[in-house]
């Protein structure tokens, strides 16, 4: 006798629909809501094109997320999804059956599908599930709402086939469907192609904007004035801005100046930013002091890497009160050793409570630097997560460094270099020196705290391209293997 639980007869019911596509559409009128979900993602898995179509245009429920179901490379279901919304823009409804507000074509996890998923062969839970969804009658405004549909776009010069189709549909329909895109990601792409889109994706509602470009900084100037309009920005990451050299495009010492004001100047319009990226921005030395200046929220996290910044942009850190509740610091590949880390000591003893994660990898720091940092390093109890990779640091100083951190209790992952001692005057390793100086270390800390993940790295070996690595054990390059 088999001890398999018998399907239900919901389960049933789709099964019968799904395999006759045509009494499947034909039905849909009649189908109780509750049943929709569930077929609709099975209507997905199967590529059952009419059916996605038809669906889409009676759908009974306020949103459809279909992100999580629909292929962008499959052209053919895109384009069922959206012959269902031109379908559900003119066709009349039942009174009593809400009408499609929202379809989110963004992939991620929605808390709709996790609803019905719980109830997909349940027929004792449909009933209350159809009522609590379906039962109630839209007002009136929702009726005359127009459709929204929300996306998340990434844009470069090559749109594939599934992206042009889409992006052309949607500049044909702007006029009847509200289009919504709230991470946007922006490669190489084309002035016009910008242009397009930014007139039918409007650029208040875009809240995290990432730009991948090589543009000159004439170029940047001429995008500025879009990245103003997103208003309700909480996230950009700007990467890589590099600086053209091309004689052609020279610009006149006035100019330059121009074009950066032009950008900077966007940053004071952003109402609700809180994190930001930069990474290879050739413009930001003497200039990154001014964008701090701009802002008008507190900042949860600040990236700066491998840029260029000066004194002056380093001073502001102990002044700019917008940075004084981050979570997260990071300051990366940027050179620190000539400048004077006073002004970061203070903004480190003004995030004792606050910052949780701390990346000073690839500054070429040295032992003088974090002398002056140690102090307020010490105070810094909600971190749990450090990276001192790649800087240059003594033996004496790493452990005075490590008996100053007893105030770390909720330290989960901390990453150091490996002393200067461990290399020979040729900058090679020196394989007894690293297992040795790199166990001393770990016994160091371990007299004031117990590490739940801890590592100590050396440079890049010239040689192989590889790192030794001190953690639960030492895992060396393979020129020292």
């Known amino acids: 006798m088999s001890g398999q639980t018998p399907p239900t007869l919901q389960k049933l019911a789709r099964q019968t629909l799904l395999r006759d596509e045509a009494l499947a559409i034909s039905s849909l009128e009649e189908l109780p809501a509750v049943v929709f979900p569930p077929l609709f993602q099975e209507a997905f898995a199967g590529r059952l094109n009419k059916l996605i179509k038809a669906m889409v245009a009676a759908w009974p429920f306020h949103d459809l997320p279909v992100g999580p179901l629909i292929n962008m490379h499959n052209l053919e279901t895109l384009q069922a999804l959206l012959d269902g919304v031109d379908m559900r823009l003119t066709r009349k409804f039942h009174p009593w059956r809400p009408k499609l507000q929202v379809l989110d074509m963004r992939n991620v996890d929605h808390v709709f599908w996790n609803i019905w998923s719980d109830a997909n062969d349940s027929d004792s839970d449909a009933e209350t599930l159809d009522e609590k969804q379906v039962v109630k009658a839209p007002r009136r405004y929702a009726l005359r709402q127009r459709l929204k549909i929300i996306v998340d776009l990434s844009i470069s010069s090559q749109l594939n086939e599934q992206k042009a189709y889409f992006l052309n549909w949607a500049k044909q329909r702007k006029g009847s469907i509200n289009f919504c895109c709230t991470k946007m990601k922006i490669w190489d792409a084309p002035d016009e192609v910008i242009r397009e889109i930014m007139n039918v994706f409007h650029p208040e509602h875009i809240t995290e904007l990432e730009l991948y470009t090589d543009w000159t900084l004439l170029r940047l100037a001429h995008f500025a004035p879009y990245i103003g309009q997103m208003k309700n920005l909480e996230r950009v990451f700007l990467a890589p801005l590099h600086k053209n050299t091309s004689p052609i495009m020279n610009l006149t010492r006035d100019s330059k100046v121009k074009c950066i004001k032009k950008i900077i100047s966007q940053f004071s319009k952003f109402n609700c930013l809180q ?17 701090l200046g701009c802002l008008r929220t507190p900042l949860q996290t600040l990236s700066i890497t491998h840029c260029l910044i000066s004194q002056t942009d380093l001073d502001s850190f102990s002044c700019c009160h917008n940075l004084f509740k981050l979570k997260n610091l990071e300051i990366r590949g940027v050179t620190l050793f000539a400048l004077d880390l006073m002004p970061l000591r203070g903004l480190l003893g003004k995030l004792a409570g606050t910052l949780e994660s701390l990346d000073f990898q690839w500054c070429s720091m040295k032992d ?54 461990c290399y020979d005057a040729l900058g090679h390793v020196s394989r007894e020196r690293f297992v040795e100086l790199c166990q001393e270390l770990m016994d160091t800390l371990r007299a004031k705290r117990e590490p739940k993940s801890i590592s100590f790295a050396t440079n890049v070996c010239q040689n192989c391209g590889k790192t030794c690595v001190y953690g639960q054990g030492a895992r060396l390059c393979s020129c020292l293997q």
């Open 368 to 421: 003088s630097q974090l002398i002056v940092l140690l102090p307020a390093l010490s105070q810094c109890s909600q971190l749990n997560q450090i990276n001192f990779y790649s800087n240059d640091f003594s033996m004496a100083i790493l452990k005075d460094l490590l008996q100053h951190t007893a105030n770390w209790s909720k330290m989960n992952v901390e990453q150091y270099p490996v002393p200067l001692e």
């Open 275 to 291: 994190h930001v990226f930069m990474k290879r921005v050739h413009f930001l030395r003497d200039h990154l002091h001014q964008i």
